[in-house]
């Protein structure tokens, strides 16, 4: 064989050879279609890979409820969203939802902490105290950014759950409850505890809503002030300074123009010596008791006067003045002044 010859053949051989090693980098560039990405390490995240095709580490978002019982949240309670984002990468932040219904009530921007040591798992958690009723979930996302691709997740629904509650009761639910109570004008000790200022407040809230008349509390009656609702109407808005007598319902209201300040529980006079009607002024005061055991009495016409008394039952019970708790009996002569008006009405 002639050298020339053989040099060709050679030539042509490698020629072949290169042609299909192009061949192979080109196919291996863009892998068959279901196959397994390739992954490299995210620049400046140690331990993160990248997907080759974007750029970006898969993530996952995963949330849980803690905080609850038998799957409802007790009022009063806290309940706690806490969740995880995989894998951890610092700087990371996670947008928490609290939905009612379909309404967005929080809504929270956390940054995602390392959670363990082992630095490959983030955390982040977010709590709140819920009163009004509904259906609640949350939610989480984690937007896509260049290194960590998008993930979200939901929590299941849970309601609030209303306690019964009566004299001697305790506890959070008890400080949510008479808090309630107050920003509608029933006057308690906004404390702890359910005591003999609760159930007078709760007898005068159960008046002025028309129920049975008695102290302890429903968990329909703490849902109805969970909701803003069981307030008074003033009648008469237009006499400023004032004070209301429902004797229909057996109740009296402080107020201030169309602004409830004070609701209070009273009995009036009976059938045979019923409470006079109408609108006056009051223009006496008397402190301490007198001789027929009125205590810090406010007179608004002759002798018919608010006082403080030892028995103020559910029921109209006076000889005509309007009966209040000795406990509240102070404040309610020292809201009064000289000239305030007074209106009595059924």
């Known amino acids: 064989m002639r050298t020339g010859h053989r040099l060709s053949i050679v030539s042509s051989l490698a020629v072949v050879a290169a042609c299909g090693a192009g061949t192979a980098l080109a196919q291996s560039a863009d892998p068959p279609a279901g196959s397994a990405p390739s992954f490299d390490r995210a620049a400046g995240s140690p331990g993160v890979e990248r997907a ?13 409820l803690k905080g609850l019982k038998n799957g409802d949240l007790t009022v009063g309670n806290e309940v706690t969203v806490a969740g995880t984002l995989r894998p951890y990468v610092k700087g990371q932040k996670v947008t928490v939802l609290l939905k009612r219904g379909k309404k967005t009530i929080e809504h929270k ?16 958690s977010y709590s709140d105290k819920l009163i009004k009723p509904g259906r609640y979930a949350a939610e989480a996302f984690h937007d896509k950014n260049a290194v960590l691709g998008g993930s979200k997740d939901s929590t299941r629904r849970f309601h609030i759950r209303y306690p019964d509650l009566g004299e001697g009761a305790s506890g959070e639910a008890v400080k949510v409850f008479n808090r309630l109570l107050a920003e509608l004008g029933y006057v308690n000790d906004e404390n702890h505890k359910y005591d003999s200022a609760t159930g007078r407040a709760v007898l005068a809230f159960r008046k002025v809503n028309k129920m049975e008349r008695k102290t302890s509390a429903t968990p329909d009656i703490f849902k109805k002030l969970a909701k803003g609702k069981g307030g ?59 001789s027929l055991g009125m205590y810090y009495s406010a007179y608004f016409i002759r002798g018919y006067a608010t006082h403080g008394y030892h028995s103020v039952p559910n029921y109209p019970a006076s000889h005509g003045c309007l009966r209040n708790p000795i406990p509240d009996s102070v404040h309610i002569y020292n809201w009064i002044d000289i000239g305030d008006p007074i209106s009595v009405y059924r």
Not at 239 to 263: F, W
């Open 52 to 64: 080759a095709g974007d750029g970006r580490a898969p993530s996952k978002t995963a949330l849980k």
């Open 109 to 124: 921007k956390l940054n995602v902490k390392p959670k363990g040591k082992s630095g490959k798992v983030g955390k982040f």
């Open 232 to 290: 008074y109407d003033l009648k008469n808005p237009e006499l400023g300074k004032h004070v209301e007598a429902d004797l229909s319902r057996q109740v009296m209201v402080l107020a201030n123009g169309d602004k409830v300040d004070e609701i209070y529980h009273i009995s009036s006079g009976t059938p045979a010596t019923p409470t006079i009607l109408g609108t006056y002024n009051f223009y006496r005061k008397d402190a301490g008791f007198n």
